[in-house]
């Protein structure tokens, strides 16, 4: 069973959450042949205060 783990800076309404989860199953499921009921994908939000880029804390 795959399991796609997608990393996100948090804010994200939760209704383009599951559109995103949506595609991104539509996606693999297409391009390798998976049943769409058997892959996982799962949205992790990470704090702002959390994450940075560049040496600098993301706004």
Not at 2 to 10: C, E, R, T, V
Not at 31 to 41: E, F, L, M, Q, R
Request: no cysteine; net charge negative; charged share 20%.
């Amino acid at each position: 069973m795959p399991f796609i783990q997608i990393n996100q800076l948090a804010g994200m309404p939760a209704a383009d959450k599951a559109r995103v989860i949506e595609a991104v199953t539509a996606a693999y499921a297409e391009a390798s042949g998976k049943d769409p009921a058997k892959v996982w994908v799962h949205v992790a939000d990470m704090p702002r205060d959390s994450f940075g880029v560049g040496g600098k804390v993301a706004e």
